[in-house]
C-alpha cells in the first residue's frame, strides 16, 4: 500500500542524547515536512523540503536537523540543543492538493 | 500563505449538520481554501479544498463566499467519528515548493 511511515510510534531518551526520527513514504512525493505538536497546540513547522538534497527552517527549526539524500526519506533529528524536546512529532508528504500524514512519533525525553 | 482564525472550539449534535467558519481576509487571488482535520493522536486527514466554488465531497461541503474572505465548511450529518480538530489552510496550488502551515484549528466535539 502506498503511503507515508513513521518508525517508532512512541520513543523515550534521556536528556542530553540527540535522537533520530524515521519517515519514510513510497508515495513519490517531491515535498515532505516535519511537524511538532505539543499538547492542546496546532501543528507547528520545523523544516521542510521541496526536492531531494534540499530543504529549509520552517518556524521552530532551532535544536532540529534533517536531511533529504533519497525522495523517499526525511529524518528529523532531535538534538541537545532544543530546549522541550518532549512533543508529537509529524511527518508528511505533498505532491499536489492533499498533503499526507504519518502517525507519528511521541518523543519523550527524561 | 495567508493568515486564518477560526473559533477555539465548538460542541454540535450528533445527525445534526456542523458548520466550521474560517476567515482568511488577506487571501490571495492564486490562493486555495483547504480543510484538514485531526483525530486525537493521529495524522490528519485531509478533507476538502476551493478556489471560489462550493465545493461537495463524500466527506463535507465547502462554502466559499464570493469576496473569498472567509468560508465554512459543512459535515452535513455529524456522527461521533467526526470529534477531531479541523484546520483551515490557504495557500497556493503547486505540485510542491511551499511551506503547508497549519494555525490552531477548531476542536469539534460532537455529543449524543
Known amino acids: 500500500d502506498g503511503g507515508i511511515t513513521q518508525s517508532p510510534k512512541y520513543l523515550f531518551r534521556k536528556e542530553g542524547q540527540n535522537v533520530t526520527l524515521s519517515c519514510e513514504q513510497n508515495?513519490?512525493?517531491?515535498?515532505m515536512y516535519w511537524y511538532r505538536q505539543d499538547p492542546g497546540q496546532g501543528l507547528r513547522l520545523i523544516y521542510y523540503?521541496?526536492?531531494?538534497?534540499?530543504?529549509q527552517k520552517g518556524d521552530i527549526a532551532e535544536g532540529y536537523s534533517v536531511s533529504r539524500e533519497k525522495k523517499e526519506s526525511f529524518p528529523l533529528t532531535v538534538t541537545s540543543a532544543q530546549k522541550n524536546p518532549t512533543a508529537f512529532y509529524l511527518c508528511?508528504?505533498?505532491?499536489?492538493?492533499?498533503?499526507?500524514f504519518g502517525q507519528g512519533t511521541r518523543l519523550t525525553v527524561v | 500563505d495567508a493568515k486564518t482564525t477560526q473559533p477555539t472550539s465548538m460542541d454540535c449534535a450528533e445527525g445534526r449538520a456542523a458548520n466550521l467558519p474560517c476567515n482568511h481576509s488577506?487571501?490571495?487571488?492564486?490562493?486555495?481554501v483547504y480543510w484538514y482535520r485531526q483525530i486525537h493522536s493521529q495524522g490528519p486527514q485531509y478533507i476538502i479544498h476551493?478556489?471560489?466554488n462550493n465545493e461537495t465531497n463524500e466527506m463535507a461541503s465547502l462554502i466559499i463566499t464570493e469576496d473569498r474572505k472567509s468560508s465554512t465548511l459543512i459535515l452535513p450529518h455529524a456522527t461521533l467519528r467526526d470529534t477531531a480538530v479541523y484546520y483551515c489552510?490557504?495557500?497556493?496550488?503547486?505540485?510542491?515548493?511551499?511551506?503547508?502551515?497549519f494555525g490552531g484549528g477548531t476542536r469539534v466535539l460532537v455529543k449524543p
Open positions: 508528511a508528504s505533498r505532491d499536489g492538493d492533499e498533503a499526507f
Open positions: 508515495l513519490n512525493h517531491d515535498a
Open positions: 523540503s521541496q526536492i531531494v538534497n534540499d530543504f
Open positions: 488577506t487571501i490571495s487571488g492564486n490562493e486555495y
Open positions: 476551493g478556489l471560489k
Open positions: 489552510i490557504v495557500r497556493p496550488r503547486r505540485a510542491a515548493g511551499n511551506k503547508l502551515t
